[in-house]
């Protein structure tokens, strides 16, 4: 019997309890029928989250490159594995066939190992959407080198931090990259972050934009010549199921970002497994993801789950706003797609551009819509099911981390009846648990807490890479054997799940997992600035934007706030990216703090949503005086 696809809701609450209640065999099964294991595993599972330690299929052998590529040579050698679609919509979209993927990665692998990398050495890519983004990704694997993909939006400190923390030898990177009517010039932004960086050994060029850039000799390398005199046929390195796959860092309370690690064996099986179910992919299909691969959405379904699957998967590089608003539409009537994959995000600011540029497409190949990264309010999920999928293609609001892998809660298409806001059902293995403030569990429907998963699934993060007392603490501390994750969430009468947004200091701005911490390191970087305190707050397009409080050093002098406002934001595109800039500034006195010195950020939070009727208790602030001084300087932000 095979379980892969599930065909309607009895079969979905079969499989799920089986999942539940035989999870060892369960997954032995997917992972038995669908892929290419060089040696199968001694053992399915072994965990204990108190270390935390968990490992799947362990003894297993195998590559992920042969799953996702070599296997299907035979069957679907000719079928598009990558349909590249060019920021400009005049520049011809690229075909490449599972054949010539093969060919393409063999060749870059090549070029790697006559670089000296090796099984375990960590590479940093830092490229736009772009076919070589996938390809090279697909190389360090299939040499067992881990690749650390740093998002090609962030800025040369940002991307220091991260090659440093990793220590990775190379970097792959392009001459620049075309983003609408801009280009960016991310050679210099590399070779910039390269002058902190002192682990680098070389730095692979790829040329998109034709551009004029420096080269420094003995260290940076043209690509394309080294690729020409490669040879097409590669081996795999033979890898063991816990051997790392890749690393990818996510922002975390304090400046530092997290590495998060993920391994081959148990990732792939997840990965794999729910593309198939969540998207209801069948072997004609063509499934576009409009995520950038240098997010977690990008590695496992533009990359990894797609192509293990043999499925033909859509790059998109640009943008959705150019050369209009109708991008996206266009490319669907122009591809055919038939899932298509986005951000809550994207949706609202396509929805505010009205009807006439979706209906000049044509829409009707669409199959499936999706929806990932922040909660999809109400009144975007319809605009979504109305317009774009004429209330034919269910919408899945699929809930996830870059620390979970894969999805985790989700509808499955035609399978679990959807309801707007709801991320509706646990997927097949998952076990969501609410917590209580106590620590205790709340069971029984119609009740909220804070979201934990209770039992391990193959594509968990399996530490933090450098640092597993933080990955112990930040996941494993808050409540006792359970996975904790920074969400809140509550289960309605028929135990569906509503993820109702972070109960930490993170913020999700744009899809973005921004936090606070390392914006305020920032802010405070700035001369002028003493102290610094970030919140967030609702916004129509953005879901959250970013709102600062800031106290300046006293110097007795007067400041222009216009000029201050605008020179903490260029440190924070600096340090970070343009993706965390505060859309307002408040400077203040104060900040409310605890008797132990902690930031009040609720009051804040507060003040920041215009919502100053119940501010709770301030009494047993240290500062109480300062609460009105704020809400009374909240008028002057800007
Ligand atoms: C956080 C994880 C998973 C890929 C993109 C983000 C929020 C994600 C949903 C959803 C409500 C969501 C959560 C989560 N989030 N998807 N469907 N509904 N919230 O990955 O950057 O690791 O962020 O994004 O708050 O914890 P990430």
Not at 114 to 128: A, F, N, Q, S, T
Not at 130 to 151: E, N, Q, T, Y
Not at 234 to 252: Q, R, W
Not at 341 to 367: F, M
Request: charged content about 25%.
């Amino acid at each position: 019997m095979s379980n892969y696809h599930i065909k309607h809701l009895e079969e979905y609450y079969q499989v799920y309890r089986k999942s539940v209640r035989e999870p060892e065999n369960f997954w032995e099964e997917v992972a038995e029928e669908h892929f290419m294991w060089r040696k199968k595993w001694d053992n399915v599972l072994s965990w204990d989250f108190s270390k935390p330690e968990v490992k799947w299929f362990e003894g297993a052998q195998l590559n992920i490159t042969e799953n996702c590529i070599d296997r299907h040579l035979a069957t679907r050698g000719n079928k598009t594995a990558i349909l590249f679609e060019p920021n400009n919509p005049n520049e011809a979209s690229i075909s490449i066939s599972y054949k010539e993927l093969s060919e393409r990665v063999n060749k870059f692998a090549n070029v790697l190992k006559d670089h000296g990398i090796e099984k375990g050495d960590r590479v940093c890519i830092y490229l736009p959407m772009i076919p070589k983004l996938a390809v090279s990704v697909l190389a360090c694997a299939r040499i067992g080198a881990i690749h650390s993909v740093v998002f090609a939006g962030f800025s040369s400190t940002a991307l220091s931090t991260r090659i440093n923390d990793s220590q990775c030898k190379m970097v792959i990177t392009s001459d620049g990259s075309y983003r609408g009517s801009k280009t960016i010039d991310l050679k210099g932004i590399v070779d910039e972050a390269l002058n902190d960086c002192s682990c680098v050994e070389t730095v692979l060029v790829v040329k998109r934009i034709q551009s004029d850039i420096h080269m420094e000799s003995g260290r940076d390398k043209w690509l394309q010549p080294l690729l020409d005199n490669a040879s097409s046929i590669c081996p795999v390195e033979v890898m063991n199921a816990e051997d790392p796959l890749f690393i990818l860092y996510t922002s975390g309370s304090t400046g530092m970002p997290k590495g998060m690690v993920h391994t081959t064996a148990g990732y792939m099986v997840y990965t794999a497994y729910t593309f198939k179910n969540v998207f209801q992919y069948r072997e004609d299909d063509i499934y576009w993801c409009t995520a950038d691969i240098g997010w977690i959405t990008g590695h496992s379904y533009i990359v990894y789950g797609p192509l293990a699957n043999g499925a033909t998967t859509v790059m998109f590089e640009g943008v959705p706003s150019y050369p209009d608003y109708g991008r996206f539409w266009e490319i669907v009537q122009k591809h055919k797609i038939n899932q298509f994959y986005t951000a809550p995000t994207a949706i609202r600011a396509l929805a505010k551009q009205g009807l006439e540029v979706v209906e000049k497409y044509d829409l009707s190949s669409l199959k499936t819509l999706g929806s990932v990264g922040e909660p999809i309010n109400e009144e975007a999920w319809h605009w979504y099911n109305d317009n774009i999928g004429k209330k034919k293609s269910p919408i899945v609001d699929t809930w996830w981390q870059t620390e979970t892998g894969g999805i985790m809660i989700t509808p499955i298409p035609f399978v679990t009846p959807t309801k707007p806001t709801y991320a509706t059902l646990p997927f097949i293995g998952i076990q969501p648990a609410l917590m209580d403030e106590n620590g205790y569990e709340i069971k029984g429907n119609q009740v909220d807490g804070r979201l934990c998963i209770k039992f391990p699934w193959p594509s968990m993060a399996r530490t933090i890479w450098g640092n597993h007392q933080r990955y112990k603490d930040t996941y494993f501390s808050a409540f006792e054997n359970k996975y904790f994750t920074g969400d809140g969430a509550l289960r309605d009468e028929v135990g569906y799940y509503r993820i109702t947004g972070r109960v930490d200091d993170v913020i999700i701005v744009s899809g973005h997992n921004l936090g606070t911490a390392p914006i305020e390191d920032a802010v405070n970087e700035h001369p002028a600035v003493a102290e610094s305190a970030i919140v967030g707050f609702p916004h129509d397009v953005k879901g959250n934007a970013l709102y600062g409080y800031v106290i300046l050093k006293d110097t007795g002098e007067s400041r222009d706030h216009t000029n201050l406002r605008k020179e903490i934001n260029q440190i924070i595109t600096e340090h970070i990216g343009p993706i965390a800039k505060l859309d307002k500034i408040q400077f203040t006195p104060g900040l409310p703090k605890t008797r132990s010195g902690k930031i009040m950020r609720r009051i804040l939070r507060k003040i920041a949503c215009n919502d100053t009727s119940n501010l709770g208790d301030t009494s047993t602030l240290l500062n109480p005086e300062v609460v009105q001084s704020i809400i009374d300087g909240a008028k002057d932000s800007k």
